[in-house]
């Protein structure tokens, strides 16, 4: 199992252009997520899908949008990238086994706006 | 409102030590689940340990524990004989629902 794979691990865009992360889990997992981590600071949510067709804002959503296209994958868009969105981003899915709700976490993509 | 804080931005602890890392939260829901979560230079986030709301024991994992105080709203990571590899980035988050909410992290590093 390759657990939770992201594409790509490093971009650099210029202010305006458009991207999308990918994010993928051979897990089955129902829940799936994407933060981001600013330098020196713990993660936060951007988005996050509980299962297959849905999808809901986190503390931070401004600037994305995220599709999650089946069980196995979730997306996230920069529509127009600002030079705020540089960060590393991490897409992770969620397996509640005996009530525990561990996350799992890809590798990260680190981004960065000019 | 729902809040880790992690009040220890760093930390230096002498190798085989003992260490202690500080984690209160706040929150109005009688079930939740705490975690902890290890983040080494190289930038992935391991699991490391987890502890319901009702479970009556702290939980161990190998060299980790936590010391889960419910009254209090803490739930401390203590590592015991501390290791070199052991200096990481280290976060503590709280279960909500379909959400994790995280700590800002305590920066350990570990001396020889």
């Known amino acids: 199992n390759a657990g939770v794979t992201q594409t790509p691990k490093f971009q650099v865009l210029k202010t305006g252009q458009s991207m999308t992360l990918q994010c993928a889990q051979d897990?089955?997992?129902?829940?799936m997520y994407w933060y981001r981590q600013d330098p020196g600071m713990g993660l936060r949510l951007i988005y996050y899908?509980?299962?297959?067709?849905?999808?809901d804002k986190g503390e931070v959503p401004n600037g994305y949008n995220v599709s999650r296209l089946n069980k196995r994958e979730f997306s996230l868009r920069l529509e127009s990238a600002a030079p705020s969105q540089t960060s590393v981003y991490f897409c992770?899915?969620?397996?509640?086994?005996?009530?525990?709700?561990?996350?799992?976490f890809g590798p990260g993509t680190r981004l960065t706006v000019l | 409102a729902q809040k880790i804080t992690q009040t220890q931005p760093g930390m230096f602890v002498q190798e085989k030590e003992a260490v202690t890392l500080d984690c209160t939260y706040d929150t109005s829901d009688p079930s939740y689940g705490l975690f902890w979560y290890k983040q080494p230079s190289s930038g992935e986030m391991i699991f490391l340990i987890y502890?319901?709301?009702?479970d009556q024991q702290n939980a161990t994992e190998g060299r980790y524990s936590l010391n889960f105080q419910k009254a209090r709203k803490s739930a401390n990571l203590v590592i015991s004989a501390s290791q070199l590899g052991d200096s990481a980035m280290y976060f503590c988050a709280m279960d909500s629902n379909y959400q994790l909410i995280w700590g800002a992290g305590t920066k350990l590093i570990i001396k020889p």
């Open positions: 502890q319901g709301s009702y």
């Open positions: 899908s509980a299962s297959e067709g849905t999808t």
């Open positions: 992770a899915s969620k397996q509640i086994v005996a009530g525990v709700g561990e996350q799992f």
């Open positions: 897990m089955n997992h129902n829940s």
